[in-house]
T-cell receptor, first 115, second 117 residues
Framework: GAVVSQHPSRVICKSGTSVKIECRSL??????MFWYRQFPKQSLMLMAT?????????EQGVEKDKFLINHASLTLSTLTVTSAHPEDSSFYIC???????????FGPGTRLTVL | AQTVTQSQPEMSVQEAETVTLSCTYD???????LFWYKQPPSRQMILVIR??????QNATENRFSVNFQKAAKSFSLKISDSQLGDTAMYFC??????????????FGQGTELSVKP
């Protein structure tokens, strides 16, 4: 149980285009989902916290207009990187938390490469 | 603000031996949770073990156990009978009062563990 999927696993796009990444909780309802960014050999950096049906809460320094997060249902959250640039190339990971629990379950990540 | 520190960027251990990864944290909160996550080369984050701060008993999960010293704000992970599949990046993480909306994780820098045959 507690499986989280992400799609796509890898994406390559041209500079200036937008990319959408989906995060799904497959066998549970996630009231809260989180989006992280990870550079090689580094730790996970929290970008935003997404609660179902409400606006995402962004961490300091994360541009909310660039990284659009939608959490329209209890099983799906999306991250859209708008007008992507090479510096946005990174590994993006989502996680989901069951209501009234403490543990986050992570998706397998999405590698974004912006040319 | 809460911080998590892992002072060992890299460690190695021989197969079947025991290794301890260290983690310290700083917080003024009294109700919190601590976790160890493993990230193998596949980069899938896997929960290894969790500890509730109000519990004095150290958590154990098969070959994995923790030494939780609340006063010292220390949360080390011991891996017994190390296996090649334990090779991974290990992250220590902290969460304030998890059973509320939000409950974000704060991660340490990670320790890269290599298990050698």
């Amino acid at each position: 149980g507690a499986v989280v999927s992400q799609h796509p696993s890898r994406v390559i796009c041209k500079s200036g285009t937008s990319v959408k990444i989906e995060c799904r909780s497959l066998d549970f309802q996630a009231t809260t989902m989180f989006w992280y960014r990870q550079f090689p050999k580094q730790s996970l950096m929290l970008m935003a916290t997404s609660n179902e049906g409400s606006k995402a809460t962004y961490e300091q320094g994360v541009e909310k207009d660039k990284f659009l997060i939608n959490h329209a249902s209890l099983t799906l959250s999306t991250l859209t990187v708008t007008s992507a640039h090479p510096e946005d190339s990174s590994f993006y990971i989502c996680s989901a938390k069951l209501a009234n629990t403490d543990t986050q379950y992570f998706g397998p990540g999405t590698r974004l490469t912006v040319l | 603000a809460q911080t998590v520190t892992q002072s060992q960027p890299e460690m190695s251990v021989q197969e079947a031996e025991t290794v301890t990864l260290s983690c310290t944290y700083d917080t003024s909160e009294n109700n919190y949770y601590l976790f160890w996550y493993k990230q193998p080369p596949s980069r899938q984050m896997i929960l290894v073990i969790r500890q509730e701060a109000y519990k004095q008993q150290n958590a154990t999960e098969n070959r994995f156990s923790v030494n939780f010293q609340k006063a010292a704000k220390s949360f080390s992970l011991k891996i017994s009978d190390s296996q090649l599949g334990d090779t991974a990046m290990y992250f220590c993480a902290f969460m304030i009062g998890g059973r509320v909306p939000g409950g974000k994780l704060i991660f340490g820098q990670g320790t890269e563990l290599s298990v050698k045959p």
